[in-house]
């Protein structure tokens, strides 16, 4: 995707579709400008604790923000919103970027309610919100308040910060759908009138003023594709009382209302939103803020965020592990966000992004299958699996309205990354037997996108099928990140085989499962690494591993060598078996990590970021090397993956930062499934590779009242490695756990020590 920021112009970005993608970076990494929070010593990181009273007051909204074009820590936004709430609020440092919000920028242009999912893919039907007294510039940066961010207090459930340059003490608590915004002012000489100003980044948006009911409601269209022409966000600002004056004026391509009142007089405004129309944006106030108080609004978020972070209680952490998991937590139950809205029978409906009509039943969006299927669907899926199969109906109705699966949700049909890997979301719900959703329906959508011809550049169907279907491969020569493309297709066809088999179709079911083993088309047994093959079926030359992007994405023939998920031990075979395979992930993790920028033409940040760490070529950072570390075992050599699993846990993840961009809860869910000691290396495989527990004692706690309990005896930042391994009382010689063991409840006791 190559429009820019501001319509101009700017260097592809890191999710375009298209070969030539890439940024240009400093080819510096970000220093540590600002710590958002202080390190803890290390006397108090030695000190365990058990899981927090209040696991929200835990969370950490900074982590990940410090974060840049050029150098990724998370790439993530403060967001207060309610769990899988359709309207995210963050704080704006910056205006017309997507890098909207840096904890260094100590001034804040107002409250934002963001519906962006990355930076990549940018915001959208966004506006900003900002009390202030006395004159008001209308220009953002003009009108920015300074606050001190260390005083602020930031959590899921409200955004309470003191403006400096207007002496207002601000505060916002989000609900599903609205928010309410209150200011209290300091009390000065000067008798200045209060007042909101809102900020819509368009001209072409309405706004109407309603002065005898107290109400403004205003529409705001902005954005950066996936959505049909008649797109728009509803909002209504609803106040108690009356206002002394309303006007409207248009800056840069801006929109900006100022609403003044009395001066004295504090500031409440009741803000919903919706993507259906004012009256359903007035209805979600009604039905969600009602005659409620603030303190009550902010204590009915804080317990649903209680009763999610509470899935899992930890014991034996230190604050800093605590704050880290819950942080992790927290950016896993953000996304996809609902995009559903109750009428006023309380019956879900939704304007649809697929067909740009309003119609029934539930929706969500943004939600990025590259990045997503491999950790967060499973974590959902013993989590939460009533939520999970409501999204999952949301997908299969994305395919009900506008003819095709959608390969990257946001909100609607996108054009991003490689594959269609909805197939693995579906097919590892077929195989763990998810329900609440209507598998058949999937079916169809997914048997569409594997055998005919969509439109892979408006995000559905598959690239290259034709290509696929004739050669079992996607030619290098004709078609870019060829065996990027090829391996997700081939692993595609396994998790579409898993939906086949739940339903009974035994030859669809045998035809796909043939057809999964094309990854051996592109596995060349000289260098042992899979690569890009032509027409004509040579090798692509000249071949370097170390060299990035096309036929591979976001990566070189290093991070894509272990590409066939759905057959480790094939994989395993083909390269000289169990040993040649542990020396060959040990020789990732251990040479250096050295690239060549390629077809990307300048360093962009997953190169840098790989770089900047001691993990070889393993690259954390991204998602493709998720998995990576959880086939040792199945090499021969479960302690390399406790050992690397766990340095990590240690290293790479923070109660500030991430390894790279985190990614709508897939870099969290990593992390949590693996401190849990556990981890899918192939989704549709209802199986979970064990590793090392990071916590003396997590309780997960399922449907139904069970709890499923992960014991870790003897455990400590040395005692890394598993001697041996207890299922409910009984030893458990073999190296997977069984997804329906878990959902049954009981308890996993690993036996730790210093030393293999």
Not at 235 to 254: M, T
Not at 454 to 482: M, T
Not at 606 to 630: I, K
């Amino acid at each position: 995707m190559t429009e820019g920021f501001k319509g101009k112009s700017i260097h592809p970005t890191r999710r375009t579709f298209l070969k030539a993608s890439g940024l240009v970076a400093l080819g510096t990494a970000l220093p540590n400008e600002v710590t958002a929070q202080a390190t803890e010593t290390e006397t108090q990181r030695d000190q365990a604790h058990t899981s927090p009273q209040s696991a929200v007051d835990m969370v950490n909204l900074l982590q990940g923000t410090n974060s840049t074009m050029e150098f990724s820590r998370g790439n993530t936004l403060p967001i207060a919103a309610l769990p899988f709430g359709m309207g995210h609020w963050t704080l704006q440092s910056h205006a017309d970027t997507p890098w909207m919000f840096q904890p260094g920028v100590r001034r804040i242009q107002g409250f934002r309610c963001t519906h962006q999912l990355s930076p990549w893919l940018d915001d959208y039907g966004y506006a900003t919100f900002l009390p202030f007294k006395g004159d008001i510039h209308l220009e953002a940066g003009r009108r920015a308040s300074s606050y001190d961010l260390e005083a602020a207090h930031l959590t899921p459930y409200s955004l309470q910060l003191f403006l400096l340059r207007y002496r207002a003490h601000v505060e916002l608590v989000p609900t599903e759908r609205c928010a309410v915004l209150t200011a209290k002012f300091d009390e000065v000489e000067t008798a200045e009138a209060p007042g909101l100003l809102f900020d819509i980044p368009d001209t072409i948006g309405v706004i109407q003023p309603e002065p005898d009911h107290h109400r403004i409601s205003f529409t705001s269209k902005k954005n950066a594709g996936g959505v049909p022409e008649n797109f728009a966000t509803y909002y209504v600002l609803e106040f108690p009382g009356p206002w002394e004056s309303f006007e409207v004026k248009q800056i840069r391509g801006h929109q900006i209302g100022v609403v003044r009142f009395r001066a004295g007089e504090s500031i409440e405004a009741k803000i919903g939103t919706s993507f259906i129309s004012f009256e359903q944006a007035a209805l979600n106030i009604e039905k969600e803020i009602g005659s409620s108080s603030v303190p009550a609004l902010r204590e009915a978020g804080a317990g649903r965020w209680n009763e999610h972070l509470h899935r899992v209680e930890i014991e034996g952490a230190s604050r800093d592990q605590q704050r880290t998991f819950y942080s992790c937590m927290y950016r896993a139950l953000l996304f996809p966000r609902i995009w559903h809205e109750p009428d006023a029978r309380g019956e879900m409906h939704h304007f649809s992004a697929f067909n740009g009509k309003v119609m029934p039943g539930v929706m969500y969006a943004d939600h990025g299958y590259w990045d997503v299927y491999r950790a967060w669907y499973p974590l959902m899926s013993i989590l939460f699996p009533e939520r999970l199969g409501e999204i999952l109906q949301a997908w299969v109705n994305a395919y009900k309205e506008g003819g095709w699966l959608p390969q990257f949700p946001s909100p609607g049909y996108r054009a991003c990354m490689t594959g269609s890997l909805i197939d693995s979301v579906f097919g590892d719900a077929a195989a763990k037997g998810i329900t609440g959703f209507n598998l058949a329906e999937a079916y169809e959508g997914l048997r569409k996108q594997a055998t005919v011809p969509g439109d892979p550049a408006k995000g559905f169907g598959r690239v290259g099928v034709e290509d696929y279907l004739k050669l079992h491969y996607i030619p290098a020569n004709r078609i870019a990140q060829s065996m990027a493309e090829t391996v997700d297709a081939a692993y595609g066809d396994f998790c579409i085989a898993q939906v086949a088999k739940a339903l009974g179709k035994q030859e669809d079911y045998a035809m796909f499962m043939k057809r999964s083993e094309n990854w051996r088309e592109l596995f060349d047994p000289k260098t042992k690494f899979l690569r890009g093959k032509n027409e004509d079926g040579s090798w692509e030359t000249p071949f370097d591993p170390f060299t990035w992007g096309s036929p591979y994405v976001e990566g070189s023939a290093w991070q894509h060598r272990w590409d066939a998920p759905q057959n480790i031990s094939g994989l395993i075979d083909a390269m000289g078996g169990k040993a040649e395979s542990a020396a060959a992930l040990e020789q990732m993790l251990t040479t250096p990590p050295i690239f060549n920028v390629g077809v990307y033409g300048a360093e962009i940040h997953e190169m840098s970021e790989m770089a900047a760490v001691p993990f070889g070529q393993y690259a954390q950072s991204n998602q493709p090397s998720h998995h990576m570390l959880y086939i040792f075992p199945h090499a021969g050599r479960p302690d390399r993956t406790q050992f690397w699993a766990r340095k990590v846990m240690k290293e790479l993840y923070t109660p500030d930062n991430f390894p790279g961009d985190e990614d709508t809860g897939s870099m969290a869910a990593w992390y949590i499934l693996s401190t849990l000691g556990f981890y899918q290396v192939c989704p549709g495989k209802p199986e979970y590779t064990l590793g090392s527990p990071l916590f003396t004692r997590a309780t997960i706690h399922l449907s139904g009242n069970k709890t499923f309990v992960v014991e870790a005896a003897g455990n400590s930042p040395e005692a890394v490695f598993v001697r041996s391994v207890s299922l409910n009382g009984q030893p458990h010689s073999g190296q997977t756990l069984e997804h329906a063991t878990i959902m049954k409840g009981g308890a996993v006791r690993f036996n730790m020590v210093t030393s293999t």
